[in-house]
């Protein structure tokens, strides 16, 4: 090979790594190649696929997993505080509420708060649900007649305004 020929190939190889676009595909469709909705797997996996390798670990837990647990227990009532966190956070489930169902009457008034209220107020005295769980929904007609005062307290101050011409400015 001659000095030029050296010469040459080594430009041209610099001049192609100091331009990586020269390297690009220009036959390839540029920015998004799909359709707006569609994606190159328009079925996607199916809603609770699990990874592959969650499913894995699962498969060599179950076989041990019974023991793996007992062991944990044991560890824990000897006064291993790791293992006492572990079965707290992760053995026992976490506690969730239950749903409560109630039939509540539209709150459209304060009259219809005070029912609600009294609904509630009935379902815990006749067992349906605990005193506990009464008090989510209780919020509920609370909230509403706050919102209410406030509506009504609004209300009242414009129309003192509007009787007394204050809060109207002067141009």
């Known amino acids: 090979m001659t000095p030029e020929k050296v010469e040459e190939d080594t430009h041209s190889k610099v001049e192609l790594a100091a331009n990586p676009l020269h390297l690009?595909?220009?036959?390839?469709?540029?920015?998004?190649?799909?359709?707006?909705?569609?994606?190159g797997n328009p079925g996607g996996k199916l809603p609770g696929t699990r990874n592959r390798a969650t499913m894995f670990a699962q498969a060599l837990l179950d076989h041990d997993l019974e023991l793996l647990v007992r062991t944990a227990i044991d560890r824990a009532l000897k006064g291993d505080q790791l293992a006492l966190k572990l079965c707290i956070d992760r053995i026992l489930a976490p506690h969730r509420q239950a749903k409560v169902r109630l039939e509540l009457p539209a709150l459209k008034t304060a009259n219809d708060a005070m029912k609600a209220f009294a609904a509630i107020a009935a379902a815990v005295a006749e067992g349906e649900i605990s005193p506990a769980e009464a008090r989510d929904p209780s919020l509920l007609p609370d909230g509403f007649l706050r919102a209410l005062d406030a509506h009504d307290f609004e209300q009242r101050i414009q129309a003192l305004e509007k009787k007394t011409n204050i809060g109207q400015r002067h141009v």
């Open 24 to 39: 690009q595909q220009t036959d390839l469709p540029r920015g998004r190649p799909f359709e707006p909705g569609q994606s």
